[in-house]
Each structure stands twice: as C-alpha cells, then as structure tokens.
C-alpha cells in the first residue's frame, strides 16, 4: 500500500469519526434550538391570552354589569373571552391551539381530554410547578404544550362555583346545575395549554444539519484535494525519484544523475543527505578500484 493511499485513507477515518461526532453535537442543537423556538410562540400565545382575560375582567364586566343581572353573558367571563379570541386565531393558523381545560368545567366545551388531565394531575400533585411543558403526536405530527395551570385564588369565584344555590340563576339557565361546582379555594381548577405543531421547526432544523454537515464534508474535500496535491508534490514525487535512484545505483550504475534539492524543508535535506551518501559510496568504490 502506498503512502498516498495510507495517508488518504487516515484522513478518511479521521474525517468520518468528527463528521459522526459533529453531527451528533449538531443535531442535539439544532433540535434543541427548535424546541425553545416553538416554546417561544406558546409562550407569546399563552401571554396573549393571559392579556385578553385581564382585558375582560378590567373592561369588559364593568361594561356589561348592568345587564349580567337580567342574563349570563360568557363575554364577561375571561376563559371564554381568552378562548374565543384564540379561535380566531386558530381559523388562519389551525395547527396551533388554545384550551383552557378543566376537569370539572361549567362549560362542556372546556371538559380536558385525557392528555390535558395528565397535565391537570402534574399540577395539582406538584404545587411549586408555575408551568409545564408536554410533547404529543397529535393530526399535524409532533407538537408541544406549553401549559400554566388555573388556581381558585380569587373568594369571589365561589359565587359561580360554589354550590347551584349560590350561583347566579341566569348562569345556571345556561349551563345547568350538573357542572362546574364544587370548587375550592387554592385549588387547580383547570390549566391553561397552548399547542404548537414542531414539525416546521424539526424541518428546519434538519435543513440547517444537511448544510452544516455538506459544508463542513466540502471543506473536506476541498482540503484533501489540496493536502494530496502537496503530499504528491513535495513528499511522492522527490522520494520516489530518489528511490528509482537508488535502485540504479545499487545494481552498480554511478551515473544516475544526482537528485536536485529544493527549498530548505526535510525533503530537501534528505536529498542533500542522500548524494552526499552517493558521493561517499563512489570515492569509496574507487579507493576499493585503485
């Protein structure tokens, strides 16, 4: 096996263990920067809604205080409100959602599914958590939920949730007596969970890899091209040739012409090395001769 074909194939082991190290590395960054990109639409979404409800409960009930005692308006509620402003959304972005679920809803459209009582159950056994973040195959592939939970803080929420009795009879015409009671104080009544599709982000993320990794497999090449021209240049060619010479020599012919050296690298003096042995060997044939 040739030098040319050792060093190559070096370079080649070498080149496929850092590639394989460097994609490893790269794709736990880019799938890592892809999941805080997404995080960070949920969180604007969550943000957005957490601004609608305060929106409602500051300018929306007072509007409507007069007229809540003749008939429920769910315009004065904040979940509904924060909901309703969310599906507008989803009407253009309909992979992305918003949901504030509950176990034990007054509304049965906000009853959680069995993924979002999951997360219910997380909240509720882990007081300290403030928010919580799932991953799901969902219709639009994987996607992740960015959930804060729902606590009954506020006394005056009691009046709704309490018992039937207490409730406000125009609620109670709307929603019925069988949901949406029994609350307590300090408790995680529901949460709050937005859904967003990864697979646009993965998508990108794994384009960007390719590139990394195809730029990073061109400089390579680029640099084996290169290396082996110099390898051929400075190291084959001048070593082969003061090999052929050698072998001239050693099957007794002294005229083989001597080997030129250039520049002032190891080559050049192991050229000059190599016909001052030449020269040494010739005047001692000579002496032997004479």
């Not at 029994?182 to 859904?195: D, Y």
Request: charged letters at 20%; proline letters at 6%; a neutral charge.
């Amino acid at each position: 096996m040739s030098l040319k074909t050792k060093f190559n194939l070096a370079m080649l082991a070498a080149f496929v263990f850092g590639l394989g190290l460097a994609a490893a590395l790269l794709y736990q960054v880019t799938i890592a920067d892809a999941r805080r990109e997404v995080l960070r639409e949920a969180s604007i979404i969550i943000n957005a809604a957490a601004a609608s409800r305060i929106y409602t409960v500051e300018e929306i009930v007072p509007l409507l205080q007069e007229q809540s005692k003749l008939r429920f308006l769910p315009h004065t509620v904040p979940s509904w409100a924060a909901q309703t402003n969310m599906r507008t959304l989803q009407k253009q972005l309909p992979s992305y959602t918003y949901k504030e679920a509950s176990l034990n809803p007054t509304n049965p459209a906000d009853r959680a599914t069995d993924w979002e009582a999951d997360i219910i159950g997380e909240f509720t056994r882990h007081p300290e958590l403030s928010e919580f973040v799932s991953t799901r195959d969902s219709a639009f592939g994987p996607t992740l939920s960015f959930s804060k939970p729902i606590r009954l803080k506020d006394p005056a929420c009691l009046t709704c949730h309490s018992t039937p009795a207490a409730a406000p009879a125009t609620m109670t015409d709307l929603y019925g007596t069988a949901n949406g009671f029994g609350w307590k104080l300090g408790e995680v009544v529901g949460v709050q969970v937005v859904s967003v599709p990864l697979q646009v982000a993965l998508d990108r993320a794994n384009t960007a890899l390719k590139l990394y990794l195809g730029g990073l497999a061109g400089v390579f090449l680029v640099m084996m091209v290169l290396l082996n021209i110099l390898l051929t240049t400075m190291i084959v060619r001048p070593v082969r040739r003061m090999s052929l010479i050698a072998d001239e020599i050693s099957t007794g012919n002294m005229n083989a012409p001597e080997i030129q050296p250039k520049g002032t690298d190891e080559i050049a003096s192991l050229a000059a090395s190599f016909n001052r042995m030449r020269r040494s060997l010739e005047n001692a044939m000579k002496l032997l001769e004479g």
